[in-house]
């Protein structure tokens, strides 16, 4: 079996008896012989928590994430319960007369289930108080692990150093039945997750892992590889898999088909203790005397093919389903929702598949894995063809194909038979990591990708790049490589290459340089993609799926998980896309879209216009958006449906006409920054008209004051003032008045709005016919105030006239000759202000103070 294993977590510490994953949280639950436990982020290797449990042994550790909690079993016979947000002890408590081993959290019910030296197990139920409801006996040594069937969750079973493995009844104190599984002591037991199987994997301290049918208590194999007792052994949920470990410092991984043993895993941290598995990404921890290590086997990406008429084809573990998306056409499905899709059972293959690759016609589907390749038929699910493979690839024409075996031998077939011949020119030459059908075999190894010719096994073209993977498209004009930060996108030009062979140039190993020109590198990574015409469709790593047309990325959407592409059907304008579990989702790409896009790039705007009445109605700010990058921006504002982009378009173009009755037809509640954009608009172009209109829908007083001074409007002014001081807006209402000359107007506002002082100032110095009332106002809001002996102390013109450097007569006098002198307007025709106001008194003139 052919499985990636990788190290993604090391950690040294103390020895650890127990880890738990989150099944949330990037987080790992570690419980330390030393007493400790610590909550690691696995993710960035960081230490999150730790908490000081105890001054012995921590032997067993487990997440209740329901209630945010932590359970530590100790060996001080102590059962200790923490909230791992708060840090605060939930509760301690006296659960066994002795250590206690192992403990367990049943995945519905508010019970844990603990294990020990006492040789008895215990239910206690939180819910209750943490009240013991069941203690259960008939084990005659040290309780070692407990484990909860999957399938049926009132059950369970034990493992025991007495040899033996029971089973249980949550409800019932004595077990179901006993099985002696080893001729020593018994370490592990674990239930066997998927649904058909009724199988235990056991392990003990007579070196070896056995699998067990608990319904004919018989043992179906015995696994011997390990050199010490072997401390724990589980099945994968995901994989087909058995892992171990051991005291002798090893894990090792088991085919669970074959019961073969695959790999065997050492990080010198001395004897394995415990294990726990991360079900959502393929993760193991495992605990150490040194130290606790997390891999990752195989990969998050499920293994899948999806046909261009959309017959999907996936795996799970050797099993084979299908399913039909064509059918999904009346889907009503919301975008970006779970799709539910009609599954069945197809067959199974024989081989731990690793690739599903689709014919071009869809009539086959090769499945490769384990060294092995097999092509099935892809509607009864029949064997065609098998044989040694690494790498597989289809040529263009569904009839003719590639296999890579070892690293270097690359076998041509035709018609399902090995073609003769001279074979690939120098495929023995370069060490080939995979192969990849399109036009030309492309074959990619350390540092470069090579192209072959399929007929004539020449090479085109050699190209110095560290590629990931090689896509090619439908038309076989284009061709996207991948690398790990980037993708390029080349044209392969068939006409410059075979011209070559016809001159008789020595190709040599290098091929012919022309034979590709470059179209672009984005500086994005691809995860999964499908060329769709000369459309490159694409997931990338920040979990955004693209597409890619002409020399230009556009984004389609961006989801939360990881999703996968499975394909598009041009008839349902729908990329379909899966996560790891296969579950469905489709987003909206319009067909008729990228054909305009590519036609407008192409600058054939004659075909572009042909093709934009079939765009649907839905997608057309889509095309807007496009046009708008592209600066065709009239063009833009004529497709827009939306009215904010066609707005936005319309003040761009300065189509003020446009802009305004989109601003008049939107609801008043949305319009306020749309009056206001408009109206500074109209002001750069000089349409002092429209812009006054915009001011006052947008109720931008500001602004239109500076409008209404500029053109000299005295009754705006007058209203503006009005509205401003409705409004609140005093020191506009205050400086609009000033400027119209009224300081009547102006001391009844200071007045009205408390700033008396200030009005009897403003009236001292701009209109003295106003001060008597206005110092009168002010003594009484002294007076109010209980302030008697400030309002006394101010003087009133009428009452102290010597006080004025002129008299109080002299003063009105001259007040009233400028107004006699001046009645014309305050605001002159040629918008300056005048110090004139009308010859009403209570409009006064802008007195000289001095």
């Not at 990708?449 to 090619?472: C, H, S």
């Amino acid at each position: 079996m052919l499985l990636d294993v990788n190290r993604r977590f090391f950690q040294r510490t103390d020895r650890v008896k127990g880890v738990d994953f989150h099944p949330t949280e990037p987080w790992l639950l570690t419980g330390l012989y030393n007493g400790s436990v610590n909550i690691y982020n696995h993710e960035t290797g960081a230490l999150v928590r730790t908490f000081e449990v105890a001054e012995v042994p921590v032997r067993c550790v487990r997440f209740i994430p329901r209630k945010n909690w932590f359970v530590a079993g100790c060996d001080d016979f102590h059962v200790r319960v923490f909230n791992y947000n708060t840090h605060e002890k939930v509760i301690a408590f006296e659960a066994h007369p002795d250590y206690i081993r192992c403990l367990t959290v049943h995945p519905t019910a508010s019970i844990v289930l603990t294990g020990s030296d006492d040789m008895t197990i215990r239910a206690w139920d939180w819910e209750k108080g943490w009240k013991c409801i069941q203690v259960y006996e008939g084990h005659t040594h040290y309780i070692m692990n407990i484990a909860i069937n999957p399938k049926d969750t009132n059950t369970f079973a034990s493992a025991c150093l007495d040899h033996n493995v029971k089973m249980w009844s949550l409800g019932s104190s004595t077990a179901n039945f006993t099985m002696e599984a080893h001729p020593s002591g018994v370490n592990y037991v674990e239930f066997y997750p998927g649904p058909d199987k009724p199988y235990l994997v056991t392990c003990g301290d007579d070196n070896t892992v056995k699998v067990w049918d608990y319904l004919s208590k018989s043992c179906v194999q015995t696994m011997q590889s390990h050199t010490n007792n072997v401390s724990f052994a589980v099945f994968h949920p995901n994989l087909p898999i058995i892992i171990s470990g051991s005291e002798d410092g090893t894990v090792k991984i088991w085919n669970s088909g074959t019961y073969r043993l695959e790999n065997t895993l050492s990080y010198a941290l001395e004897r394995a203790w415990c294990v726990s598995l991360r079900k959502d990404a393929n993760e193991v921890a495992v605990g150490f005397d040194e130290g606790v290590v997390i891999i990752k086997l195989g990969r998050d990406e499920p293994t899948f093919s999806m046909d261009p008429s959309g017959k999907l084809v996936y795996t799970r573990n050797q099993e084979v389903l299908s399913a039909n998306l064509q059918t999904l056409q009346d889907d009503v499905t919301a975008e970006g929702t779970r799709i539910p899709v009609s599954v069945k059972e197809l067959g199974s293959t024989e081989v731990f598949p690793t690739a599903l690759i689709h014919s071009p016609n869809g009539r086959f589907v090769t499945v490769v894995g384990d060294g092995e390749y097999i092509i099935y038929t892809a509607l009864a699910w029949r064997n065609k063809a098998f044989g040694n493979g690494n790498s597989f690839a289809w040529a263009g024409d569904s009839n003719t194909y590639a296999v890579l075996e070892g690293k270097t031998k690359v076998r041509v077939y035709k018609s399902f038979r090995e073609r003769g011949g001279a074979g690939m020119k120098g495929a023995g030459t370069w060490a080939i990591e995979g192969l990849h059908g399109g036009t030309l075999l492309g074959a990619r190894g350390n540092g470069f990708v090579l192209f072959w010719d399929w007929e004539t096994g020449e090479i085109v073209r050699r190209i110095e790049v560290d590629a990931q993977n090689v896509f090619w498209s439908g038309t076989g004009q284009l061709v996207a490589i991948s690398t790990k930060d980037s993708f390029y996108v080349l044209r392969f030009d068939r006409d410059a290459y075979t011209s070559k062979l016809e001159e008789g140039a020595d190709i040599g190993d290098e091929g012919v340089e022309e034979a590709f020109d470059v179209v672009a590198e984005v500086p994005e990574s691809v995860k999964t993609a499908k060329w769709i015409g000369d459309c490159f469709i694409y997931t990338n790593s920040n979990n955004r799926l693209n597409y890619f047309v002409g020399t230009e990325s556009y984004t389609i959407t961006q989801f939360d998980t990881p999703l996968y592409l499975m394909g598009y059907i041009p008839a349902h304008n729908r990329v379909y896309l899966g996560d790891k579990d296969v579950n469905v989702y489709a987003y909206t790409l319009a067909l008729s879209l990228v054909e305009y896009q590519t036609a407008v790039l192409r600058g054939d705007m004659e075909a572009a216009e042909e093709i934009l009445p079939t765009i649907p109605k839905d997608q057309r700010n889509k095309v807007a958006r496009f046009l708008e990058g592209r600066d065709l921006k009239e063009l833009a504002l004529q497709v827009a449906t939306d009215p904010d982009q066609k707005f936005d378009l319309a003040i761009q173009l300065d189509d003020l006409d446009t802009a305004l009755g989109i601003a008049r037809s939107v609801p008043e509640s949305e319009a306020e920054s749309k009056w206001k954009a408009l109206g500074d608009r109209a002001l750069a172009v000089w349409r002092f008209d429209l812009a006054r209109e915009c001011f006052e829908k947008a109720g931008d007083l500001s602004a239109l004051m500076l409008l209404l001074l500029s053109i000299g409007d005295r009754d705006g002014l007058s209203k503006l003032a009005h509205a401003a001081e409705e409004k609140g807006a005093n020191n506009l209402a205050f400086a609009t008045l000033f400027q119209l000359g009224n300081t009547k107007a102006c001391v009844d506002l200071l007045i009205k709005t408390e700033r008396i002082p200030e009005a009897a100032m403003f009236a001292r110095t701009y209109s003295p016919s106003q001060v008597p009332r206005t110092v009168d106002a002010w003594r009484d809001d002294l007076v109010a105030k209980n302030r008697k002996k400030i309002a006394a102390s101010i003087a009133n013109p009428k009452e102290n006239p010597e006080l004025f450097e002129e008299g109080w007569e002299d003063a009105l006098a001259r007040e009233e000759a400028a107004l006699q002198a001046a009645p014309s307007a305050a605001v002159n025709g040629e918008g300056g202000l005048d110090k004139s106001a009308s010859s009403d008194d209570s409009e006064g003139v802008l007195v000289d103070a001095s």
